[in-house]
């Protein structure tokens, strides 16, 4: 066996390991910058026995004040810091 990094000649494996899991999601564009990382493990015969594929994702909290007050804990004004 074998690790290494991924090429496009390994495209239609990696969409057959795809297929044959199952999963309710579509194959993602690897050609895409946000994958960091994108390994493949081949067995002996050469074959791409699976693959390690790492994207960068974000989280987002968007956090409003509806009724237009200052934000307070136990009464107290909260100073803002930018950090």
Known sequence: MRIREYTEADLDSLRRLHAQQGFDYAFPDLRDPIFVSKLVLEDDAGQVAMA?????????????????????????????YAQ
């Open 52 to 80: 390690s594929l790492a994207r960068l994702t974000c989280e987002m909290y968007l956090l409003l004040n509806r009724d237009g007050e200052k934000a307070t804990a136990a009464g107290k004004p909260q100073e803002c």
